[in-house]
């Protein structure tokens, strides 16, 4: 059975950083491209950042390059999203999930909130 556990999520000034964890069970981790993605209140969720298998290609949407970093440990079956700089925009439920597999059930999530 697929599952994701993300983690590491919590409230957090504007400016600051949070590092996301998620952790990936039932298949085979190495061999697929995995995403973070996030849902704000009131809006659809989105794909911000995926990382290749092997995790030489990253790619980001660009209203948080240059912020946020994608990573993958594939010993250990987890990816990884190093979030700096954390804008008020940037709240928002976050989520990891393999990109391009529909029928992957969703995690629980890790609610991200930045406010002063």
């Known amino acids: 059975q697929v599952q994701f556990a993300e983690s590491g999520g919590g409230l957090v000034q504007p400016g600051g950083s949070l590092r996301l964890s998620c952790a990936a069970s039932g298949f085979m981790f190495r061999a697929y491209v995995m995403g973070w993605y996030r849902q704000a209140p009131g809006k659809e969720r989105e794909l911000v950042a995926d990382?290749?298998?092997?995790?030489?290609?990253?790619n980001y949407k660009d209203y948080v390059k240059g912020r946020f970093t994608i990573s993958r440990d594939d010993a250990k079956n987890m990816v990884y999203l190093q979030m700096n700089n954390l804008k008020p925009e940037d709240t928002a439920v976050y989520y990891c999930?393999?990109?391009?597999?529909?029928?992957?059930?969703w995690g629980q999530g890790t609610q991200v909130t930045v406010s002063s």
């Open positions: 990382i290749s298998f092997g995790g030489s290609v990253t």
């Open positions: 999930k393999r990109k391009g597999q529909s029928r992957d059930n």
